[in-house]
């Protein structure tokens, strides 16, 4: 049996133009997949949010576990 343990990291930043000019996409690695973690991770960080977080300062994180 495959079991997986998602782990969501959350980076709260205040909302602004900037950032509801954004779309709020899900993007799911699986080892084994077709796509490598670096190609994964190289997608993720072109990711235009970005260049508007950048220019932010978080005001809050959260990690939350979740058992599937």
């Not at 080892?31 to 991770?41: A, I, P």
């Amino acid at each position: 049996m495959d079991e997986y343990v998602p782990i969501q990291f959350e980076f709260q930043y205040r909302h602004g133009v900037g950032l509801s000019q954004l779309k709020s996409p899900n993007s799911w690695w699986f080892r084994g997949g077709d796509t490598s973690f670096t190609e994964w991770l190289d997608t993720g960080l072109r990711d235009p949010v970005w260049d508007v977080i950048r220019k932010k300062g978080p005001v809050a994180f959260d990690v939350a576990e979740e058992f599937v």
